[in-house]
Each structure stands twice: as C-alpha cells, then as structure tokens.
C-alpha cells in the first residue's frame, strides 16, 4: 500500500478575480480593513501602519506588490496579518486581501511548479500551483517576495515607528 502524500493547510483568499494562498503556519490573524496610518515616502504597495495588539505593522497592498490594479475596499476586504521569516528573524506584515476564502488541505503532490511560459517573467513568488476543478490557486512564496531591499525597507518602517 502505496503511503499517503503528506498534506499542508494554507489560507486561501482572492486578489482581483484570482485565488491565491498562503501556509495558514505563517498567518498570525485575519482583520477587517482599517484604513492604516500613512507613510510618507514608501513604496506604492506599503498603505501604512496598522496597530495590531500594541505592536505597529506595515499594511502592503498585496495586490500592487504582485504588479495588478490597486485594491478597491469592499466590506469583504480584510487583513492577513502574517509573520513572514527573512533573513533569520521574523517579519510582521498585514497583507490586504479582497476577500479570504478559507483554510484548506492540499496534498504536496498536487502542487505543481510555476509554469514555464517561455519568456522571463516574475514568477519568483509562486511556491507552486494547485489545480482545483474550475480554477487554479497560486501558492506564494513570502520569503520570496518580500526579500532583499524589501525587507529591509519594512523593517526600518516597523522600527522606526516603535522608536518614535
């Protein structure tokens, strides 16, 4: 008897008309949308800082950081407060999403790699692919998108803030 491919539980949630997920491991809670505290000067995608329980947290715009049209706030819309591990330590982020599904099962066998479209294209992010009946849900990979001068930025921004 062939052994049972091990399964991950992820939070599934929607940008645009696309579903996407995250390991339910890194997702500390799930918010309404507030409007956060501005930020002069940051990156498009950083909305600002948002309180979460005594401890300020950059709000990115998940969807212009993955290069789509700006988030439109509905009375769906929450926050995925996420603690995303870069460069050894523990990075918090709120990440707006359009509307967040559910926490689900997929089994590590049906996850598929990014697909290979023949021309370079961003597609670092993407953990990999699950293939459901009607649609797909793309895996992403925080690490990867918020490494390098990214997480350095965030971090000066959360830093900065606790300081003041």
Not at 22 to 47: K, N, S
Not at 84 to 101: E, K, N
Request: proline share 5%; hydrophobic share 45%.
């Amino acid at each position: 008897m062939a052994s049972a491919a091990a399964e991950s539980q992820y939070v599934t949630f929607s940008l645009e008309n696309e579903c996407f997920a995250v390991p339910v491991d890194v997702v500390r809670e799930i918010l309404d949308h507030e409007e956060p505290f501005r930020i002069p000067h940051g990156p498009d995608y950083l909305l600002g800082l948002r309180d979460v329980r005594g401890q300020g947290v950059p709000v990115i715009d998940l969807r212009l950081r993955l290069g789509m049209s700006q988030t439109l706030k509905t009375p769906h819309t929450r926050i995925l407060v996420i603690d995303v591990p870069i460069d050894g330590r523990s990075l918090s982020l709120g990440l707006v999403a359009d509307r967040v599904f559910e926490v689900t099962s997929f089994r590590s066998d049906a996850i598929e790699p990014a697909p290979d479209i023949g021309i370079r294209w961003q597609s670092d992010y993407i953990a990999g692919v699950v293939r459901r009946a009607s649609d797909f849900v793309v895996l992403v990979n925080l690490t990867k998108l918020f490494s390098g001068s990214d997480a350095r930025a965030l971090g000066t921004v959360t830093t900065s803030m606790e300081h003041a």
